[in-house]
């Protein structure tokens, strides 16, 4: 089964910037729609964002117009830029791969990479 492996989470003050990158580890696995989510202590995993391998993406309401999902196919990675980050943006970040837009995951979690957003 493949495993995805998320990185670039970090500590970062209110209305600064992170970059978080997503690729599988050890496998030939080709990213097809890809989504990320994250949880937020005490709460569930939700829905951040998704693309499709042909590049049109999908946003939660909370996050849109603050972060952008990318792709690069030929790095078979996936990317999420978050500006203007908020405390409320505190969480576990983790991507998997989905249909449509990709807010049901089908694959299995890696561990995620944590972004603290401080106030």
């Known amino acids: 089964q493949v495993q995805l492996v998320e990185s670039g989470g970090g500590l970062v003050q209110a209305g600064g910037s992170l970059r978080l990158s997503c690729a599988p580890s050890?496998?030939?696995?080709?990213?097809?729609?890809m989504g990320w989510y994250r949880q937020a202590p005490g709460k569930q995993r939700e829905w951040v964002a998704g693309?499709?391998?042909?590049?049109?993406?999908y946003y939660a309401d909370s996050v849109k117009g603050r972060f952008t999902i990318s792709r690069d196919n030929a790095k078979n990675t996936v990317y999420l830029q978050m500006n203007s980050l908020q405390p409320d943006d505190t969480a576990v970040y983790y991507c998997?791969?989905?249909?449509?837009?990709?807010?049901?995951?089908?694959?299995?979690w890696g561990q995620g990479t944590q972004v603290t957003v401080s106030s």
């Open positions: 693309i499709t391998i042909l590049g049109s993406t």
């Open positions: 998997n791969y989905g249909m449509g837009s990709a807010r049901t995951p089908l694959g299995s």
């Open positions: 050890g496998s030939s696995f080709s990213l097809n729609t």
